[in-house]
């Protein structure tokens, strides 16, 4: 037995004074433990990433909650550098009338760059209770890998109203990077991969400005919309990727034209990006066990001249008290960046003007997506266990590489001690 | 003067009566102007109906009812009603389960009319797979019970309303005053001179007519839980009406009958209940709380 008054007498003052205080029992010794596995494979041996992540939150007082978060990637395998497939060129060498001269090493892919990579992130948040119905929180992370660094620290504020049903919450965050290739500083933009011409790392500070509402409508429908409008200055480039210029070229020995690679240069994107993003979903459980279906939208656009369009469906049967099943469905359509070509183009005649900003990667190109999912859900250990698979098709229209498939198996575990 | 109150005066403080949640009300003040004490026992009449109207298991049009008869479907409940919800289940933690709002049930294989009615271990044990706090999905503002199980906030209602009347009575007068609703007493600020209000205990042997002892009370709240006669009798064994949720069987060898004061009636009231629950070791749970206790054994 132990002496239960002064917990009562919290849980009593709470009662009375219509101010919702964490128990002291829970505010205590309370801690929320969610780890989970993630394995993402794209097929034809591109990316592979292996994620852990733990996530451990508790209360440190009645007002007071702290959340860590922890994540530790590998990642590895071969990624499209934007440059055009080697196969589709006849010639390992080529001599232009420019005078410059590229040759391709026999054998060697060039279209594709193997790559391994760890990446450790952390991040800290500290929930502050200011009043019945007002919160604060404070946030910071880190995450590094070999060849890119960012730090970042967030500030949200949320108001609840009286009745509880609406939430209204307001962020900023500011996040710093640095990125830079493994071996050395980033290359110069739209330079030519010949010439190895090196600049110091690349440098980007990105502001965030969230704001949200979330609605319970009645006891079965929740709502949720959210604007975030986000500011980026600095290095936008990937140090990795490059663009190809290609000319149609005759095999002497054929008549057959085919598009083969003069030169190549490093990818160049512009210094700042604006995005504003509408996020909205909505939740609603209908029939007698419990069956829910959860539908979002999103709607991107920036400065670069990417709007894309974002539909999610997930519907939840349960199959018993304690495990239900959940299939899922995306559909996603993206409009290509202003900038982003699949090649540069010679036509042998005029003189290549290099326009300012160009890049081949496919992320930036018009590209439709789908998503495939099914989760399960159970109660075990008196915890939640949660297993989930998912196929991700994605159709680029221009880009060398103009598919992306990819399947994502996470497993994941979630439970509170006290 | 309405007709469901009386005001009387004494000879240095007014007393209001009312009747409400099945027991005498009684509003004691600090005051001879009756125009006073008329009007704040109009207060504590209405608040005292209202949370019986809201909180009684034995009505069909509130949240109770609503939740009672929610069939396995997630209850929106308001903000007061969330209140109630986190202290029970606050109040369900910190007495590790001995007192649960959904064990109101037992009551179906329980009659406790002095007479050797004991239920059979069968049926008692049918009843207990409807009983459990931890079976009760509480995600606020949403509270969710399986089929078949109810919830009674008997436990709690009365002394909340005493709490609550006497918080709504302290915006309305400067005066001191105790409210007391059929034993369960608040009294926020000490009365003039300082002078106690005496409390008499009532003696189980001989519930309503003679006291078993006195207690001055200068401030806080007070509350008694005792079985009275509401207990079985069988084989020379008394079964007290103080039911474990665990067992489904009542509490042995509990007191007669515990007193304490705290600072509110509601923490008195669910310090006397948590000691009757804890049956043979009710004083030493008593002693280790660090409050003003009566105990009859």
Known sequence: ?418 | MPNHISVETKNNYSIGRFTAMACPCEILIDTLDKAEALKLTEIAYKEARRIENKFSRYRDDNIIYKINHSHGEPVLVDDETALMMDFAEQCYELSNGKFDITSGILRKAWTFDGSDNIPSSIEVKSILEHIGWKKVKWSRPNITLPAGMEIDLGGIGKEYAVDSTSKLIKQATTSSFLVNFGGDIACPHPRINNQPWVIGVDDPENTGEASAGKVSFYQGGLATSGDARRFLLKDGVRYSHILNPETGYPVKNAPRSVTVIADTCIEAGMLSTFAMLEGENAISFLKEQDVKYWCIP
Request: glycine content about 8%; aromatic content about 12%.
């Open chain 1, 1 to 418: 037995m132990n002496n239960i008054k002064s917990k009562l007498s919290i849980a009593t003052c709470t009662l009375l004074s219509g101010t919702q205080v964490q128990a002291a029992d829970t505010a205590d010794n309370s801690w929320d433990l969610n780890s989970s596995l993630l394995y993402y494979s794209e097929a034809d041996d591109r990316v592979s990433v292996t994620k852990a992540i733990a996530f451990l939150t508790g209360d440190l007082s009645s007002e007071d909650s702290i959340s860590v978060n922890l994540v530790l990637d590998t990642m590895s395998g071969a990624t499209p550098t934007g440059a055009v497939k080697s196969s589709s060129s006849s010639v390992t060498s080529f001599t232009g009338a420019s005078g410059a001269s590229s040759s391709i090493a026999g054998g060697a892919s060039v279209d594709r760059v193997n790559f391994s990579d760890t990446r450790m992130g952390v991040a800290l948040t500290w929930a502050h209770e200011l009043k019945r119905t007002h919160k604060i929180s404070y946030g910071g992370s880190l995450s590094v890998e070999k060849d890119y660094q960012s730090y970042g620290a967030s500030v949200n504020y949320s108001i609840e109203s009286d009745n509880r049903l609406n939430t209204y919450t307001m962020g900023f965050a500011g996040t710093f990077d640095q990125i830079y290739r493994k071996t050395d500083g980033t290359p110069e933009p739209l330079s030519n991969v010949e010439d190895n011409n090196i600049l110091s790392d690349g440098e980007r500070y990105t502001y965030d400005f969230i704001l949200g509402m979330s609605k319970v409508f009645n006891k079965k429908t929740v709502g949720q919309l959210n604007y975030t409008m986000s500011y980026s200055d600095g290095y936008h480039t990937d140090p990795y990727k490059v663009i190809s210029q290609v000319r149609l070229v005759e095999d002497t020995n054929s008549g057959v034209f085919t598009w083969t690679e003069l030169e190549r240069y490093f990818e160049s994107r512009p210094d700042s990006r604006f995005r504003h993003s509408i996020f909205t979903s909505m939740a609603h459980q209908y029939g007698g066990t419990g069956e829910t279906v959860q539908t979002a939208y999103r709607l991107y656009t920036d400065d670069w001249g990417i709007t894309s369009h974002t539909f999610d469906l997930t519907h939840r049967t349960p199959l018993s008290e304690s495990s239900y099943l959940e299939p899922h469905f995306r559909y996603s359509i993206q409009s290509a960046a202003d900038f982003f070509r699949p090649s540069i183009i010679d036509d042998g005649t005029t003189p290549v003007i290099l326009p300012e900003y160009a890049s081949a990667d496919n992320r930036l190109d018009e590209t439709t997506g789908i998503t495939i999912g099914l989760e399960y859900g159970m109660k075990l250990g008196g915890g939640h266990l949660k297993a989930r698979g998912e196929y991700i098709n994605w159709q680029h229209a221009k880009a060398e590489y103009d598919e992306t498939t990819a399947m994502v198996m996470q497993v994941s575990y979630q439970k509170l001690f006290d």
